[in-house]
């Protein structure tokens, strides 16, 4: 399991795009038939991705964690960005097609990954934080994830905002998640920008065709940075640092955040006239 330092916004300022992309930067989540992690020291999360083709995947513990099983004490939250699969927990099994989120909490020993079709396998977005209270295991689907549509076509920001663990949907200790869809046409993401220095976040995106990129902004809001992202490619964003950015075609990301609290409108908003 790779290692990510915190960095602090200072060193961050010196850093040249191969340095950014280094430490702030995933450039691969899927792999076939694997489980594949990182460890983030931003709020010690962890996350990643499980995808099964022909083989049932299981969650295994890392020695980085010093526990007897991953979920000794840790949650995770999971969404499906594939194609239809299955998560069994402690032997009930939840059946997810693409968009619908799963969240696991602490306690819970054998979590078993599973696709419907290796040929269209299903994959699994993981983000794990560590947990304090034990909360229930609990699917939603996107449609009940209190879809909210934003933005205008003027500002090429058209889009639906998917919420699933949050303080008003699925309940949790740290971890808060959801997932944005652009619609034709439009390629701007989270703007204006935020900060919110009581918890990190992480990016994947998804959904954009393999020839395009997002222009990811990071860094202080005076002291922009940027990071081309290609798909199931994810951002690590420090709490002092802005996440937001635009593509060259439409496309979805998942965020997902752990921290101070729940709330999802915990954001300290930046001005487009004050970025720099």
């Not at 950014?20 to 995933?26: V, W």
Request: proline letters at 4%; one cysteine or more; glycine letters at 6%.
């Amino acid at each position: 399991m790779k290692i990510y330092q915190a960095i602090s916004e200072k060193e961050a300022q010196t850093f040249t795009t191969t340095q950014l992309r280094e430490n702030f930067l995933i450039e691969s989540i899927f792999k076939s038939n694997e489980i594949h992690f990182v460890y983030t020291h931003y709020d010690r999360v962890v996350l990643g991705g499980a995808m099964p083709t022909t083989d049932e995947l299981t969650l295994q513990t890392y020695d980085n964690l010093k526990s007897d099983y991953f979920l000794e004490r840790r949650e995770i939250g999971i969404i499906n960005v594939g194609g239809n699969g299955s998560i069994e927990a402690d032997g009930v099994s939840y059946e997810l097609s693409k968009l619908d989120a799963l969240y696991i909490g602490k306690g819970v020993k054998s979590v078993i990954f599973k696709s419907n079709d290796a040929d269209s396998p299903a994959q699994f977005f993981l983000l794990s934080a560590p947990a304090h209270q034990k909360f229930p295991t609990q699917k939603m689907g996107k449609e009940e994830a209190s879809p909210v549509s934003l933005g205008t076509v003027e500002t090429a920001n058209e889009r639906t905002i998917y919420k699933y663990i949050h303080l008003g949907g699925i309940q949790s200790c740290q971890v808060v998640m959801g997932l944005t869809v652009l619609k034709n046409g439009s390629v701007w993401n989270t703007m204006p920008a935020h900060v919110h220095d009581r918890r990190m976040e992480a990016y994947l995106y998804f959904d954009l065709n393999p020839e395009h990129r997002v222009f990811h902004l990071m860094g202080q809001p005076q002291e922009t940075r940027h990071l081309v992202v290609a798909n199931h490619q994810a951002i690590l964003s420090p709490p002092w640092s802005i996440h937001s950015g635009a593509g060259t075609s439409n496309y979805s990301f998942i965020w997902a955040m752990a921290g101070e609290n729940l709330d999802f409108t915990d954001m300290d908003f930046v001005q487009i006239s004050e970025l720099r």
